[in-house]
Structure formats: C-alpha cells, structure tokens
C-alpha cells in the first residue's frame, strides 16, 4: 500500500474512493446526531422551531469551531482521524441515550448536557472533514478533492435528512438510531485501521479502543428498549406499557394505581381515572345543543375518546375524524386495553379516519358538519399554534353548517388566563359567536373550552343517558367565570405573530418553571 506520508504523489483509486465512501458516512451521521438533538430537545423542552433553531445554530457554531482547531494537528493524520471516529462514534450515538436518562433522573441538568454534547460533538464532526481532506490532498487534486469530498458530504446529508424522519424514527426509535449511527461511525473507524494500518504506530491500542467501542455501542443497540424503559419509567413515574415514536411525537401510555395515561411528547393528554370529565364537558354542550347532529367531525382526538361521547347520538349518522398521526389511530384502534377505553369507538361503521393535516383538510374540502369537535394539544409550539390562528378558524367557518357549532378545547383559564382569552378573541375575530366556559378536571385543574357557531349557543333541554359528569342542573354553572379567570383584553392570534404561543409558554412556563 503507498504511503499518504510519503513522497509518492498518487495512490491506488480504490483507496481515494474508499474514504470518499468514508465522507458520505460521515456526513449521514453527523447530521443523524444534530436531528436527534433537535428532535428530543422538541419532545422535552416544547417549541420545536426554537429548539431546532438553537441546537442547528450551536451545532454549526461548534463545527466551525473543530474545522478551526483541525490546524493544530499536523502529524500522524491518519491516527488523529481514527481517534477522533471513535470519539464521535461514542458520544454521537450515546446521545439520544444519556438525553433520555437525564431527563429522568437529572431534568435540572438536561440543557447543559444537551447543548455540552451538541457542542461536543459537533466539534468533533467539525474536526472529520478537514482531516479527511488534508490525508487526501497528496493524491488529488485540487479541484477535485473540493468538489469530490463536498458532494459525498451533502448527498450523506441528504440520505439521513430524508431517511430520519420517514424510516429511522418510526422503526427504530431516537435511541436505536442514535446508536446505530455510532456503530457506523465506529466502522468508518475500523476501515481507516484497515487501510492505515501500516502508518500507525500504536496498532494494538487502536485494536483495543475499537473493539471497546464497538462492543459498547453494541450492547447499547441490543438493550436498547430496556433503556428507553429504564428512562421513561423513572420519568413518567408510572410503568409504561406502550411507547410509540413517529414523525410527529413520542406517544407513551402509562398503567399505574389511577390507570391508564396518555402523554404526548412528555404532556399529559388524559388520565382514565378524569378523563371522562375532559371528554364530557367537551362534547356534549356543543352537540346537545345542536339538537340532532348528523355528521360530525373531530379534528385531533386520535385517541377516540371524543368519538365515543359523539356516538352516544342516535341522529349521528356519521363522524370524520382527522388525525395527522396514523401511529395514534393505529395505537388506539388495535391494543386492546387502550380499545376498551374509548369503547372501540375508532371501529364504529360510523367512523371515517383521515390521517392529514387538519389545516390542509379543512382547505381542501367543502363538506359541511352540524357540529366540528376541535381536540388538539396546547400551543407549544409554532405547529401546533397555527392551529389556534385566526387563519383557522375562518377555513372552520367555512366547513359549519348554518345551524351547526364548533367546540374548541382551550387551555386553562386560570394557570394561562391571557392564553384562554386569546383564543377567544381569535375566534370572535372571524365572525363567529364565541361562547367560553371551563371545568375542573382533576388531572388538569381548570380547564376551558369554546363553543363558536353563526348562531348564538343555548342551553340544551337534555343529555345523552348515562353520563358521569354532566347533568342539566350543573351545567350553567361551566358557563360562569369567577374573577380571577374573567375575560382579559386580548390580541388575536395570526399566522404572521403567532402570539398565542409566546403568551402560552409565558404563562406555562411560570408555573412549570421550565
């Protein structure tokens, strides 16, 4: 094999195309290790744009910072790019591990090992590419060398951008992924021993430190699941028995004393031993006081617990739910305890299931319904808030029939007052008749909701039988507002400002402290 140190100015193609290979792997990973940051750092702290903007904008910051220090290392390249494979190969694909865990045990400390290991690592991978060059530059040239290293790089950038979102998260899961991508960050390492093995000087301690690496990351990838357990145990207190990562959300569900939970992205979404409450108070003012709804739409509520309450009308004649996540429905649909819940609603012949944006499927269609059941989570985030926009709600008009309502669940009046009230006058702000009201769920305290309709909403002469909560007597007592959950004066909430989720993370995150 010829010498990268030597004077000999070429060397065999299969060489220069095998680390040009080495590139491409290099480059899938290092944007693997920055997505998976980005992404549980969404799941856990809220405000995904604000979260992937900081973690990219850190990254990136970092691997400026490793291309810079690559000058300093000037002998023994090859040796220097294997150590620094290896360091990468072990913390990159630790990564989604140790965030996970410390965000059980240690959650004060989840944000400085988060943008410590986003700066690590990034300088690392900052580090990779510069030295690849500079071993390539005695055997290519120039020109070549730019444009050849630079293409392997962003087409492995491409391969995982694409890869991540539609394969590697949903089949494998952030902690799999995450150390899968070390193990091939590892092989990159034991290929460059291969092919250097004459140019280094400590072989067997390279040996040594491949093997542990690879042995590491590969008992990591076999326990895998038992660590994303140990994490989400300890972090939801309660034993999880079903934890599904999509595109779009981690969904766990909880068993303990209480029964079951509900969390999406580490949020609460309902507990068994309330949830009727939530779900009572959120359908039937609306629907009872239709009169006789025929066809009936819930956007959001993957779960089926609005469609069960929904089917509790002998006139409904049918109920289109929209759900972007498919994941949810199928959760919902198919494990048999979670079926029991929402009382197999989600196999109602009744029922048609619509997999799609909400906001895209109320643009593209023109069916009307007596009655739209909004059910999507809070605001955390600029996703989640165009859902709240004034922009919304007209595209909701649109889809009302003249006699129909809309309910729209609606944060808690008293812990994000300002929050409720902006939803409100977001409503108000399209032409329709608003009517706020709230209940008290245990699990969640206050909680509010709105009615809007062209018409005003009035109270209904009857309810479905059997319900747990609501009655005729107590429900005019939901439409009233103590004083410390009194309207307050509010902006409306555009696609342009977005106000609702600044103020929502404001008031949340006083009480939360995050």
């Not at 003012?285 to 469609?307: H, Y």
């Not at 709230?438 to 062209?454: D, K, L, N, Q, T």
């Amino acid at each position: 094999m010829t010498s990268f140190t030597g004077a000999a100015r070429s060397a065999p193609r299969p060489l220069d195309l095998a680390l040009l290979a080495s590139v491409f792997v290099i480059a899938a990973c290092g944007l693997l290790y920055e997505l998976a940051a980005g992404a549980l750092a969404s799941y856990l702290l809220g405000d995904s744009i604000l979260q992937f903007s900081t973690i990219i904008g850190t990254y990136l910051f970092a691997m400026g910072v490793g291309s810079w220090l690559s000058r300093y290392l000037e002998r023994q390249l090859p040796a220097h790019f294997l150590r620094i494979e290896l360091l990468v190969a072990l913390i990159g694909g630790a990564l989604p591990a140790l965030l996970f865990i410390a965000n059980a045990y240690l959650p004060g400390a989840f944000r400085v090992l988060l943008y410590g290991m986003v700066l690590l690592v990034g300088t690392l991978v900052g580090l990779e590419i510069p030295l690849v060059m500079r071993i390539l530059k005695r055997n290519v040239a120039l020109k070549d060398l730019v444009s050849q290293v630079l293409t392997f790089d962003y087409l492995g950038a491409l391969a995982v951008s694409l890869a991540f979102p539609l394969v590697l998260v949903p089949q494998l899961g952030l902690v799999r992924t995450g150390l899968l991508f070390g193990l091939m960050n590892a092989a990159v390492a034991l290929w460059a021993l291969y092919l250097f093995w004459h140019e280094l000087r400590r072989r067997r301690a390279f040996v040594a430190a491949c093997a542990l690496v690879l042995s590491l990351l590969g008992a990591g990838l076999w326990g895998a699941d038992h660590i994303t357990t140990l994490a989400e145990d300890r972090f939801y207190q309660d034993k999880v028995v079903a934890a599904v990562t999509s595109p779009y959300q981690r969904i766990v569900v909880t068993q303990g004393r209480n029964g079951h939970r509900l969390y999406l992205n580490g949020n609460l979404q309902f507990a068994q031993q309330d949830e009727y409450r939530y779900h009572e108070a959120l359908v039937h003012p609306a629907m009872a006081a239709q009169g006789a709804p025929k066809r009936v739409a819930v956007l959001g509520g993957g779960d089926g617990m609005a469609v069960r309450e929904i089917l509790k009308y002998p006139s409904v004649e049918s109920v289109t739910l929209v759900e972007l996540d498919p994941a949810m429905t199928r959760l919902f649909a198919t494990d048999a305890t979670l079926r029991r819940l929402n009382g197999d609603a989600l196999h109602s012949p009744k029922l048609t299931i619509r997999n799609e944006d909400a906001f895209q499927w109320l643009q593209q269609g023109d069916d009307m319904f007596d009655v739209i059941v909004v059910d999507f989570p809070d605001p955390t985030n600029f996703a989640i808030g165009k859902l709240y926009t004034n922009s919304f709600y007209a595209l909701l008009e649109r889809r009302l029939a003249a006699s129909g309502y809309a309910v729209i669940q609606t944060t808690s009046p008293l812990i994000a007052r300002q929050s409720f009230w902006t939803v409100v006058t977001t409503i108000e702000s399209v032409g329709l008749t608003a009517t706020p009201y709230h209940a008290h769920v245990p699990s969640f305290g206050e909680w509010g909701y709105v009615i809007a309709g062209r018409r005003p909403w009035h109270l209904p002469t009857q309810l479905p039988e059997g319900l747990r909560f609501l009655d005729l007597p107590s429900l005019p007592l939901l439409f009233d507002f103590p004083r410390d959950m009194a309207r307050l004066p509010a902006e409306v909430n555009r696609l342009s400002n977005q106000v609702l989720v600044h103020t929502y993370e404001r008031e949340w995150g006083h009480v939360t402290g995050h």
